[in-house]
Protein backbone atom coordinates (compact mmCIF):
# COMPACT_ATOMS: atom_id res chain seq x y z
CA UNK A 1 0.00 0.00 0.00
CA UNK A 2 1.06 3.13 -1.11
CA UNK A 3 0.57 6.42 1.02
CA UNK A 4 1.37 10.15 1.00
CA UNK A 5 1.10 12.72 3.46
CA UNK A 6 0.92 16.04 2.42
CA UNK A 7 2.54 18.07 4.73
CA UNK A 8 1.72 21.87 3.54
CA UNK A 9 2.43 25.40 5.18
CA UNK A 10 -0.54 27.85 6.18
CA UNK A 11 0.74 31.23 5.25
CA UNK A 12 -1.22 33.85 6.55
CA UNK A 13 -0.08 35.96 3.42
CA UNK A 14 -1.75 32.70 1.28
CA UNK A 15 -5.54 33.35 0.92
CA UNK A 16 -7.98 30.13 2.30
CA UNK A 17 -9.29 30.15 -1.60
CA UNK A 18 -5.29 29.82 -3.13
CA UNK A 19 -4.72 27.53 -0.58
CA UNK A 20 -7.60 25.39 -1.56
CA UNK A 21 -6.28 25.62 -4.79
CA UNK A 22 -2.62 24.84 -4.56
CA UNK A 23 -3.65 21.58 -2.12
CA UNK A 24 -6.11 20.44 -4.87
CA UNK A 25 -3.01 20.26 -7.36
CA UNK A 26 -0.95 18.73 -4.56
CA UNK A 27 -3.43 15.70 -4.17
CA UNK A 28 -3.60 15.47 -7.68
CA UNK A 29 -0.07 14.97 -8.07
CA UNK A 30 -0.63 12.10 -5.98
CA UNK A 31 -2.30 9.62 -8.51
CA UNK A 32 -0.76 6.12 -8.37
CA UNK A 33 -1.24 5.96 -4.05
CA UNK A 34 -3.70 4.57 -2.64
CA UNK A 35 -4.16 6.84 0.47
CA UNK A 36 -3.71 10.98 0.74
CA UNK A 37 -3.76 12.54 3.79
CA UNK A 38 -3.94 16.44 4.38
CA UNK A 39 -3.31 17.77 8.22
CA UNK A 40 -5.74 19.23 10.61
CA UNK A 41 -7.04 22.91 9.62
CA UNK A 42 -4.81 23.46 7.22
CA UNK A 43 -7.40 25.89 5.19
CA UNK A 44 -7.17 28.36 8.25
CA UNK A 45 -4.40 27.47 10.47
CA UNK A 46 -5.15 25.08 13.80
CA UNK A 47 -4.02 28.20 16.26
CA UNK A 48 -5.69 30.91 13.96
CA UNK A 49 -8.78 31.19 16.74
CA UNK A 50 -10.05 33.97 15.48
CA UNK A 51 -10.20 32.76 11.98
CA UNK A 52 -12.61 29.70 12.58
CA UNK A 53 -15.77 31.43 12.46
CA UNK A 54 -14.86 33.46 9.82
CA UNK A 55 -13.43 30.52 7.40
CA UNK A 56 -16.36 28.19 8.92
CA UNK A 57 -18.03 26.14 6.12
CA UNK A 58 -20.83 23.92 5.84
CA UNK A 59 -19.75 19.93 6.18
CA UNK A 60 -20.94 19.70 1.96
CA UNK A 61 -18.91 23.58 1.90
CA UNK A 62 -15.96 24.56 -0.59
CA UNK A 63 -13.30 22.50 0.84
CA UNK A 64 -15.78 19.42 0.71
CA UNK A 65 -16.12 20.12 -3.17
CA UNK A 66 -12.26 21.18 -3.64
CA UNK A 67 -11.27 18.13 -2.37
CA UNK A 68 -13.98 15.84 -3.74
CA UNK A 69 -13.01 16.34 -6.96
CA UNK A 70 -9.15 16.12 -6.20
CA UNK A 71 -9.52 12.80 -4.69
CA UNK A 72 -11.82 11.87 -8.12
CA UNK A 73 -8.96 13.44 -10.22
CA UNK A 74 -6.29 11.72 -8.85
CA UNK A 75 -8.56 8.00 -7.77
CA UNK A 76 -7.23 8.35 -3.93
CA UNK A 77 -8.87 7.78 -0.71
CA UNK A 78 -7.90 10.85 0.33
CA UNK A 79 -8.54 11.85 4.54
CA UNK A 80 -8.61 15.85 3.56
CA UNK A 81 -7.50 16.81 7.40
CA UNK A 82 -10.23 18.68 8.91
CA UNK A 83 -11.67 22.31 8.16
CA UNK A 84 -14.01 24.53 10.71
CA UNK A 85 -17.52 23.23 10.08
CA UNK A 86 -20.47 25.42 10.97
CA UNK A 87 -22.91 22.41 12.00
CA UNK A 88 -26.94 23.89 10.91
CA UNK A 89 -27.74 24.88 14.21
CA UNK A 90 -25.02 27.33 14.66
CA UNK A 91 -21.88 24.64 16.48
CA UNK A 92 -18.45 24.62 14.78
CA UNK A 93 -16.83 21.67 15.04
CA UNK A 94 -13.16 20.54 13.99
CA UNK A 95 -14.32 17.72 11.19
CA UNK A 96 -12.37 15.96 9.14
CA UNK A 97 -13.39 14.93 5.72
CA UNK A 98 -12.55 11.55 4.17
CA UNK A 99 -13.10 10.79 0.28
CA UNK A 100 -13.26 7.82 -2.06
CA UNK A 101 -11.71 7.24 -5.01
CA UNK A 102 -14.95 8.21 -7.00
CA UNK A 103 -14.89 11.71 -4.78
CA UNK A 104 -18.03 10.33 -2.60
CA UNK A 105 -17.77 11.26 0.99
CA UNK A 106 -16.96 7.90 2.92
CA UNK A 107 -16.98 9.56 6.46
CA UNK A 108 -16.84 12.86 8.72
CA UNK A 109 -14.98 12.69 12.15
CA UNK A 110 -16.07 15.50 14.79
CA UNK A 111 -12.57 16.03 16.59
CA UNK A 112 -13.50 14.40 20.02
CA UNK A 113 -10.86 16.19 22.43
CA UNK A 114 -10.47 20.12 21.99
CA UNK A 115 -7.54 21.63 22.64
CA UNK A 116 -6.84 24.98 24.08
CA UNK A 117 -8.01 24.46 28.10
CA UNK A 118 -9.90 27.32 28.75
CA UNK A 119 -9.79 29.27 25.33
CA UNK A 120 -9.29 28.96 21.55
CA UNK A 121 -11.06 25.39 20.32
CA UNK A 122 -11.93 23.92 23.43
CA UNK A 123 -13.98 27.25 24.07
CA UNK A 124 -14.98 28.02 20.63
CA UNK A 125 -16.06 24.23 19.29
CA UNK A 126 -18.21 22.02 20.13
CA UNK A 127 -17.11 18.10 20.81
CA UNK A 128 -17.35 15.09 18.82
CA UNK A 129 -18.92 11.84 20.38
CA UNK A 130 -18.62 9.45 17.37
CA UNK A 131 -15.74 7.41 16.71
CA UNK A 132 -14.90 6.74 13.04
CA UNK A 133 -13.44 4.07 11.34
CA UNK A 134 -13.12 3.51 7.17
CA UNK A 135 -12.97 0.31 5.36
CA UNK A 136 -10.42 0.40 2.49
CA UNK A 137 -9.57 -3.00 0.70
CA UNK A 138 -6.32 -3.26 1.95
CA UNK A 139 -7.00 -1.99 5.49
CA UNK A 140 -9.34 -0.84 7.94
CA UNK A 141 -8.39 3.41 9.09
CA UNK A 142 -9.24 4.69 12.49
CA UNK A 143 -9.55 8.44 12.14
CA UNK A 144 -8.65 10.81 14.93
CA UNK A 145 -7.51 14.29 15.14
CA UNK A 146 -4.39 16.14 16.51
CA UNK A 147 -4.95 16.36 20.28
CA UNK A 148 -6.97 13.02 20.47
CA UNK A 149 -3.29 11.66 20.16
CA UNK A 150 -2.72 11.89 23.39
CA UNK A 151 -5.78 10.09 24.61
CA UNK A 152 -4.69 6.13 24.14
CA UNK A 153 -8.49 4.97 25.28
CA UNK A 154 -9.60 6.62 21.75
CA UNK A 155 -7.82 4.44 20.14
CA UNK A 156 -8.38 1.10 21.98
CA UNK A 157 -12.10 2.23 20.91
CA UNK A 158 -10.84 2.37 17.17
CA UNK A 159 -9.36 -0.90 17.76
CA UNK A 160 -11.89 -2.67 18.78
CA UNK A 161 -14.16 -1.10 16.05
CA UNK A 162 -11.22 -3.18 13.67
CA UNK A 163 -8.80 -0.07 13.35
CA UNK A 164 -5.74 -1.57 11.99
CA UNK A 165 -3.73 1.77 10.31
CA UNK A 166 -4.67 4.97 12.48
CA UNK A 167 -4.47 8.33 10.68
CA UNK A 168 -3.90 11.48 12.61
CA UNK A 169 -3.88 14.73 11.21
CA UNK A 170 -2.57 17.87 13.05
CA UNK A 171 -1.27 21.49 13.78
CA UNK A 172 0.94 20.44 16.15
CA UNK A 173 3.17 22.91 18.06
CA UNK A 174 7.07 22.44 17.61
CA UNK A 175 7.53 23.23 21.31
CA UNK A 176 5.89 20.29 21.62
CA UNK A 177 7.24 18.51 18.44
CA UNK A 178 9.57 15.21 21.19
CA UNK A 179 5.57 14.72 22.16
CA UNK A 180 4.25 13.88 18.89
CA UNK A 181 7.33 11.63 17.92
CA UNK A 182 7.02 9.91 21.00
CA UNK A 183 3.03 9.82 21.10
CA UNK A 184 2.58 8.64 17.16
CA UNK A 185 5.24 5.68 18.42
CA UNK A 186 3.07 4.99 21.47
CA UNK A 187 0.15 4.76 19.77
CA UNK A 188 1.48 2.35 16.78
CA UNK A 189 3.41 -0.06 19.66
CA UNK A 190 0.22 -0.38 22.00
CA UNK A 191 -2.73 -0.90 19.22
CA UNK A 192 -0.45 -3.27 17.52
CA UNK A 193 -1.30 -0.76 14.22
CA UNK A 194 0.39 1.22 11.92
CA UNK A 195 0.30 4.98 12.17
CA UNK A 196 -0.09 7.85 9.78
CA UNK A 197 0.39 11.36 11.52
CA UNK A 198 0.56 14.32 9.24
CA UNK A 199 1.09 17.97 10.46
CA UNK A 200 1.27 21.77 9.25
CA UNK A 201 4.69 23.23 8.33
CA UNK A 202 5.73 26.75 8.82
CA UNK A 203 4.01 29.55 11.44
CA UNK A 204 0.88 30.19 11.60
CA UNK A 205 -1.08 32.71 14.13
CA UNK A 206 2.85 33.68 15.28
CA UNK A 207 2.90 29.59 16.38
CA UNK A 208 6.18 27.92 14.88
CA UNK A 209 4.55 23.95 13.52
CA UNK A 210 6.32 20.71 14.18
CA UNK A 211 6.02 19.50 10.74
CA UNK A 212 7.91 15.76 11.32
CA UNK A 213 4.75 13.93 9.81
CA UNK A 214 5.78 10.64 10.28
CA UNK A 215 4.58 7.08 9.61
CA UNK A 216 5.28 4.22 12.13
CA UNK A 217 4.41 0.56 11.52
CA UNK A 218 3.11 -1.63 14.34
CA UNK A 219 6.77 -2.57 16.53
CA UNK A 220 7.08 1.21 16.88
CA UNK A 221 9.29 1.38 13.88
CA UNK A 222 9.43 4.96 11.88
CA UNK A 223 9.15 3.87 8.39
CA UNK A 224 9.07 7.77 7.29
CA UNK A 225 9.68 11.45 8.53
CA UNK A 226 9.49 14.34 7.48
CA UNK A 227 11.38 17.71 8.27
CA UNK A 228 10.06 20.83 9.38
CA UNK A 229 8.92 22.29 6.00
CA UNK A 230 6.83 21.74 3.01
CA UNK A 231 6.97 18.20 2.39
CA UNK A 232 4.84 15.36 0.10
CA UNK A 233 5.77 12.15 2.79
CA UNK A 234 5.17 9.13 0.51
CA UNK A 235 5.68 5.49 2.22
CA UNK A 236 4.95 2.06 1.26
CA UNK A 237 3.87 -0.34 3.93
CA UNK A 238 1.86 -3.55 4.24
CA UNK A 239 -1.06 -3.91 5.78
CA UNK A 240 -0.61 -7.70 6.30
CA UNK A 241 2.12 -6.91 9.29
CA UNK A 242 -0.56 -5.86 11.22
CA UNK A 243 -2.18 -9.24 11.47
CA UNK A 244 1.24 -11.00 11.61
CA UNK A 245 2.01 -8.94 14.16
CA UNK A 246 -1.22 -9.15 16.51
CA UNK A 247 -0.71 -13.32 15.40
CA UNK A 248 2.71 -13.14 16.43
CA UNK A 249 2.95 -10.96 19.34
CA UNK A 250 -1.47 -11.33 20.90
CA UNK A 251 -0.71 -8.55 23.56
CA UNK A 252 -3.92 -7.20 22.86
CA UNK A 253 -5.85 -10.47 23.53
CA UNK A 254 -4.45 -10.03 27.04
CA UNK A 255 -6.49 -7.00 28.06
CA UNK A 256 -8.09 -7.03 30.99
CA UNK A 257 -9.58 -3.18 31.39
Not at 83 to 101: C, H, I, K
Not at 106 to 114: E, F, G, P, T, V
Not at 165 to 179: D, K, N, Q
Not at 231 to 255: H, I, N, W
Request: glycine share 8%.
Amino acid sequence: MRASLIQIAVDEDESVESRRRRMASLVRDQAGADLVVLPELWTTGAFAFEEFGNEAEPLEGPTHEVMAKAASDAGVWLHAGSVPERAPDGTLYNTSLFFSPSGELAASYRKIHRFGFDKGEAVLMGRGEDLVTVRLPETTVGVATCYDLRFPELFRGLVDAGAETLVIPAGWPERRRAHWTLLARARAVENQAFVLACGTAGTHARVPQAGHSIVVDPWGEVLAEAGAGEEVLTVEFDPGKVSVTREQFPALKDRVL
